[in-house]
C-alpha cells in the first residue's frame, strides 16, 4: 500500500512540475533609452540581458516593444532571432538602432512612452522588464 502511495504521489508531482514553466535564469537587467530627437538617427534603444543562473540559457527571442502609456496595448517595435547560449554569468546587449531612412515607429516619437523587453524561450515568455522613458528622467 505505501508503495503505491508513494508512486502516485511521486507520478503526480512529475506531471505537475511538466506543466508548470521552468525557472529563468535570464534576465533584462535594464532598458537604456539614447534618445536626442525622435527620429531614426537620433534614437537608441540597448536592452541588457543577463544570465544569473548556473545553467546556460538559449533565449529563441528578445522582443522589444512600446506603448504611448498604460491605457494602450503593446506592440512589437524589434524582434532579435538567435540560437545562440547565455552562459552563467554572462552578459548580453541588445541595441536598436533604426537606420537613417527608416520610419520611427510612432509611440517613440511621443514626449513620454513606455518599453517592455519580453525574453521567449522554447515553452514561452522567460521573464520581462517595462521601462517608462521621459527626456532627462532616468526611470528604471
Same mark, same amino acid.
Given at each position: 500500500?505505501?508503495?503505491?502511495?508513494?508512486? !502516485?504521489?511521486? %507520478?503526480?508531482?512529475? !506531471?505537475? @512540475?511538466?506543466?508548470?514553466?521552468? /525557472?529563468?535564469?535570464? &534576465?533584462?537587467? /535594464?532598458? !537604456?533609452?539614447? *534618445? /536626442?530627437?525622435?527620429?531614426?538617427?537620433?534614437?537608441?534603444?540597448? !536592452?541588457?540581458? =543577463?544570465?544569473? @543562473?548556473?545553467?546556460?540559457?538559449?533565449?529563441?527571442?528578445? $522582443? %522589444? *516593444?512600446? &506603448?504611448?502609456?498604460?491605457? *494602450?496595448?503593446?506592440?512589437?517595435?524589434?524582434?532579435?532571432?538567435?540560437?545562440?547560449?547565455?552562459?552563467?554569468?554572462?552578459?548580453?546587449?541588445?541595441?536598436?538602432?533604426?537606420?537613417?531612412? $527608416?520610419?520611427?515607429?510612432?509611440?517613440? *516619437?511621443?514626449?513620454?512612452?513606455?518599453? &517592455?523587453?519580453?525574453? =521567449?524561450?522554447?515553452? @514561452?515568455? =522567460?521573464? /520581462?522588464? $517595462?521601462?517608462?522613458?521621459?527626456? @532627462?528622467? $532616468?526611470?528604471?
Amino acid at each position: 500500500m505505501f508503495k503505491k502511495i508513494l508512486c !502516485v504521489t511521486s %507520478l503526480t508531482a512529475a !506531471v505537475l @512540475g511538466l506543466g508548470l514553466p521552468a /525557472s529563468a535564469d535570464i &534576465r533584462v537587467d /535594464s532598458i !537604456v533609452v539614447n *534618445q /536626442s530627437a525622435p527620429t531614426p538617427e537620433g534614437t537608441n534603444i540597448r !536592452v541588457n540581458l =543577463m544570465n544569473d @543562473g548556473s545553467l546556460r540559457q538559449r533565449p529563441s527571442v528578445v $522582443e %522589444l *516593444q512600446a &506603448r504611448d502609456n498604460a491605457t *494602450q496595448t503593446w506592440h512589437t517595435v524589434k524582434s532579435w532571432n538567435w540560437d545562440k547560449n547565455v552562459a552563467p554569468g554572462d552578459k548580453l546587449a541588445l541595441d536598436f538602432l533604426p537606420a537613417r531612412d $527608416e520610419a520611427l515607429d510612432t509611440s517613440l *516619437q511621443q514626449p513620454t512612452y513606455e518599453l &517592455r523587453a519580453v525574453v =521567449m524561450g522554447a515553452s @514561452g515568455p =522567460m521573464t /520581462s522588464f $517595462e521601462y517608462q522613458y521621459s527626456p @532627462g528622467v $532616468e526611470v528604471r
